[in-house]
């Protein structure tokens, strides 16, 4: 992974069969990175999916499709559990959830907890992935390997939005 003056590589992992943990360091204010990850909108940015009109709150059921090119028919759906502003934001989703044609209404999902911490120059932002040991046997090592390999993506991709305007 490389590193930019912007961000600094994935700085924490842990390797479990339940959970994903990776953190990376924002050179930007904890109220700038907080705004790309609390706000929907911002969210769908640096994310990949459409989010227009929807509301980051504990909750909310919030829905859209994704608009990272061949995966458009997967749908981002996820139910937020906690907002505890510029320090916590967590919501439950489906695991690597990409067949449009597969009920996965039927599985547990996992928890991603997003959480911020101030450091000298930026903001240490963490995002943790549990649950996976409840996902279906014939899912949990690809939906484990593929979001370990999507949040390290996505934490390059908050970290560019974030510095970015």
Request: charged share 20%.
């Amino acid at each position: 992974m490389s590193t930019t003056a912007a961000a600094s590589a994935n700085t924490a992992s842990t390797a479990s069969t339940d959970q994903i943990e990776r953190s990376i360091h924002i050179q930007a204010t904890r109220s700038r990175v907080w705004r790309a990850i609390s706000n929907a909108q911002e969210y769908g940015q640096w994310f990949g999916a459409k989010l227009t009109g929807a509301s980051f709150a504990p909750g909310q059921h919030v829905k859209g499709p994704i608009t990272i090119c061949g995966h458009e028919d997967v749908i981002f759906d996820a139910i937020i559990e906690r907002v505890e502003p510029e320090h916590l934001l967590s919501y439950r989703w489906h695991p690597y959830a990409i067949d449009p044609a597969f009920d996965y209404s039927q599985e547990q999902r996992t928890l991603v907890t997003f959480t911020l911490q101030d450091t000298a120059d930026g903001t240490l932002l963490t995002v943790v992935e549990s649950g996976f040991d409840q996902v279906p046997p014939g899912r949990r090592v690809t939906a484990l390997q593929m979001n370990t390999r999507g949040w390290e993506a996505q934490l390059n991709n908050v970290a560019r939005h974030a510095t970015s305007s």
